[in-house]
Nanobody, 111 residues
Framework: QVQLVESGGGLVQPGGSLRLACVTF????????VAWHRQAPGKQREFVAG???????KYADFVKGRFTISIDNAENTVYLQMNSLKSEDTATYYC?????WGRGTQVTVSS
């Protein structure tokens, strides 16, 4: 059974950093593409970053240079390192792989 579990969200000041984790069960992150999306209140869900084949990375323009997606193969976990956070990064962040989605973790950027 495939399951994706996000963690690492929280409240952070503008300019701060957070690292989100997506622990996966039932998939092999070295083979299956995994992506992070986010959804802010009143807005549509949008793509943030993705990784496939273990090392092919793609980022939304609004996070390039600030966010980094990575994999821990041993832990079957996908991370999203978020630096230089802005208030507009406030959203619920979701991990996905194919048709499977996690329940999300809330990120709030505020002073």
């Amino acid at each position: 059974q495939v399951q994706l579990v996000e963690s690492g969200g929280g409240l952070v000041q503008p300019g701060g950093s957070l690292r989100l984790a997506c622990v996966t069960f039932g998939i092999n992150v070295r083979i299956s593409p995994v992506a992070w999306h986010r959804q802010a209140p009143g807005k549509q869900r949008e793509f943030v970053a993705g990784i496939s084949s273990g090392d092919i990375r793609k980022y939304a323009d609004f996070v390039k240079g600030r966010f980094t997606i990575s994999i821990d193969n041993a832990e079957n976990t996908v991370y999203l390192q978020m630096n230089s956070l802005k208030s507009e990064d406030t959203a619920t962040y979701y991990c996905s792989s194919g048709l499977y989605w996690g329940r999300g973790t809330q990120v709030t950027v505020s002073s």
